[in-house]
């Protein structure tokens, strides 16, 4: 039976905090708030998170996952940025977007496309979340909680708890934080794709 803990979406507690992040390295799979909707997280050092993450998602060996981080600085540890692709980063984070960028060789190469050797990076614009990424030092291995079958995300927090609490090992409540995925931008290219139009504007991105 998975955890439950009641963080407040503007301040969030330490104490709980260094607890969410103490299952995450112990090898857990977690639930918590973004901004833009709930998300699946897990250790980046943990070989098969994303073989749980897939499996509670009902999805296949190719599904493209994401690593949250911080800061722009730790994006650029994991992914290659071109001067133009920097600035646009620069631009757009804190917020609700992925980029797909090329991965450098910190990315296991069990999460990098296994064609185009990329990954999806994102710096979300929420207290938790940023609490958490803090208080564990590095990103997170994230997808989308959208649970076969369903149309939309899962956005309250007890139907969460009802739905998975066998399945994962901790359920972070932070209130509804929507149900709008975020926009994916792929950058890998040398020019912006829009692969999903989601909560971020792509108003003068094209």
């Known amino acids: ?13 330490g104490r709980l905090l260094e607890g969410a992040v103490r299952i995450v390295r112990s090898g857990g799979l977690i639930v918590y708030p973004t901004d833009s909707c709930y998300a699946l997280g897990a250790y ?13 998602r009902g999805k296949r060996k190719g599904h493209h996952f994401t690593l949250v981080c911080r800061d722009l600085s730790e994006i650029s540890t994991y992914a290659r940025l071109d001067n133009w692709a920097y600035r646009l980063l620069r631009s757009l984070t ?3 977007y ?7 060789g910190e990315v296991p190469r069990r999460l990098q496309d296994p064609k185009r050797r990329s990954i999806g990076l994102r710096v ?9 990424l803090a208080t564990l030092g590095e990103p997170l291995i994230s997808s989308t909680l959208l649970l076969p079958g369903d149309e939309i995300p899962l956005t309250d927090a007890q139907e969460i708890r009802d739905r998975l609490e066998h399945q994962v090992d ?5 209130d509804s934080c929507g ?6 931008l792929d950058l890998s290219k040398g020019d912006v794709q829009i692969l999903r139009k989601g909560k971020g504007s792509v108003d003068g991105l094209m």
Do not use: K, Y
Request: proline share 12%; net charge positive.
């Open 44 to 56: 980046l050092g943990n070989r098969w998170a994303a073989e749980r993450i897939r499996r509670l």
């Open 179 to 184: 149900i709008e995925p975020t926009t994916v």
């Open 124 to 132: 979300p614009n929420h207290p938790i979340a940023q609490a958490l």
């Open 170 to 174: 901790l359920i972070v409540d932070g």
């Open 94 to 96: 804190p917020g609700p």
């Open 98 to 104: 992925t980029f797909v960028l090329r991965a450098t």
């Open 1 to 13: 039976m998975s955890q439950f803990f009641r963080i407040h979406p503007d301040n969030p507690q």
